[in-house]
């Protein structure tokens, strides 16, 4: 299809929306805005359009322009309330000086939409270009109250310093990034985009969720906004809440008893593992005795445990390693006196643990000696000293509510 016969048939372009899903409310608070083109009795989608690189950018802004402009009169005319989501790449914005954009949008705000209504989307591969001036250009459009969201975060890694710099209001996560990565890939990937989000104050959001699956890990993340076919494939028409092809509602309520269930089924592990320790206590004798101990210990924790040792409340390690290798329990002197308090989270737990004088359950972590994800169950000894029990990966994958936290 020849990109000029799209620029001179414009009558047979029309908008599409997508409707996006709040996980506060359940309900669709705006559409992201799309294109379709009728060719040879169909509808066809106008994506590869507007990423052909060989397309001149004076095409695409002229398409959009028009895309935009119906789309807006629609929700006008229809007194839609919601959100319009629109896509720029920097090229497109940057033309003279982002004042065409700017401009068209004003014209709209003097007919009663609100630039406040606009989320405007950027890629990651928009930081190609020169992006001191892009972020100006945003930081402008942002005065005027246009939001910005970046989509497809996370592509590029490298880009993570310009992000907290431009601090857009919303953070775009394509949710095939479940299929694309293994759990331990991907929990990486996304605790670190939840971190950055909550330090610059953005929403997160996940698109193209296209199964059940998705839907869960993107609600179980942190997701704020949602979209994709599962929920709701672009409409020419503005879709209600009612004709989502899930029931948003019943979906959070199975997510929230499932969450629950792990949660309850997690914490019975901790008190049984706070059992096993206070039945030994009365054979704590101190740290002189500390691997006689752990002898007395380790078959309790032989299904669950790898390794076992004591730490005193500053982090050196007073006990040897006790690291079960097939079905072995072997003792490894040499790890006696080792020091752990620059671990992360290491002196704040030994502090919870002094004062609750309770057991805690470390997140998943990659251990360091064997490279698999683990947990680390912790338990106060006495005031000053501390049992540690590694649980393995094997256990971890065969109980599902100690897999990912």
């Not at 270009?129 to 942002?142: A, G, I, R, S, T």
């Not at 609600?219 to 994709?228: A, D, E, L, N, S």
Request: hydrophobic share 40%.
């Amino acid at each position: 299809m020849d990109p000029l016969d799209i620029l001179e048939n414009l009558h047979k372009v029309q908008p599409v929306f997508q409707p996006v899903i709040s996980a506060v409310k359940h309900t669709i608070i705006g559409y992201e805005l799309l294109g379709r083109y009728h060719f040879e009795d169909e509808w066809i989608s106008l994506g590869d359009f507007f990423h052909d690189t060989d397309v001149p950018d004076e095409y695409k802004i002229e398409v959009d322009h028009y895309i935009l402009q119906l789309a807006i009169e629609k929700m006008l005319e229809e007194e839609n309330k919601c959100t319009l989501f629109i896509n720029r790449n920097a090229k497109q914005l940057l033309v003279n000086s982002g004042e065409d954009f700017l401009q068209t949008l004003k014209g709209f705000e003097k007919k009663g939409f609100a630039m406040t209504r606009i989320v405007l989307e950027i890629t990651e591969h928009d930081f190609d270009e020169d992006f001191e001036v892009l972020e100006h250009l945003l930081m402008y459009y942002k005065t005027y109250g246009i939001q910005v969201a970046v989509d497809n975060v996370g592509a590029k890694s490298s880009n993570i310093d310009r992000i907290r710099q431009l601090r857009p209001h919303i953070l775009k996560i394509d949710a095939g990034i479940f299929r694309k990565h293994s759990p331990d890939v991907f929990q990486d990937i996304i605790s670190s985009l939840a971190v950055l989000a909550r330090r610059i104050g953005a929403k997160l959001a996940y698109e193209n969720i296209e199964d059940n699956h998705q839907l869960y890990f993107a609600w179980k993340h942190g997701g704020h906004y949602y979209q994709g076919f599962y929920l709701a494939k672009p409409d020419f028409n503005f879709l209600t809440t009612d004709a989502l092809s899930v029931d948003m509602g019943e979906k959070v309520k199975d997510f929230v008893q499932r969450e629950k269930a792990r949660i309850e089924a997690r914490f019975a592990f901790i008190l049984s593992c706070e059992e096993k320790v206070k039945k030994l206590l009365p054979q704590w004798h101190g740290p002189d005795q500390a691997d006689a101990f752990i002898k007395a210990v380790k078959d309790s924790f032989h299904k669950e445990s790898f390794r076992l040792y004591i730490c005193d409340s500053n982090g050196q390690q007073v006990s040897s390693n006790f690291r079960k290798r097939h079905t072995i329990w072997e003792v490894e002197g040499s790890q006696k006196g080792s020091h752990w308090a620059f671990r992360p989270y290491f002196l704040e737990n030994m502090m919870h643990m002094k004062t609750w004088h309770q057991g805690i359950l470390s997140e998943t972590y990659s251990d360091i000696e064997t490279g698999e994800m683990v947990r680390t169950f912790s338990y106060p000894l006495s005031n000053q000293f501390f049992l540690f029990v590694d649980i393995s990966y094997s256990y971890i994958f065969e109980n599902d509510h100690l897999f990912f936290q």
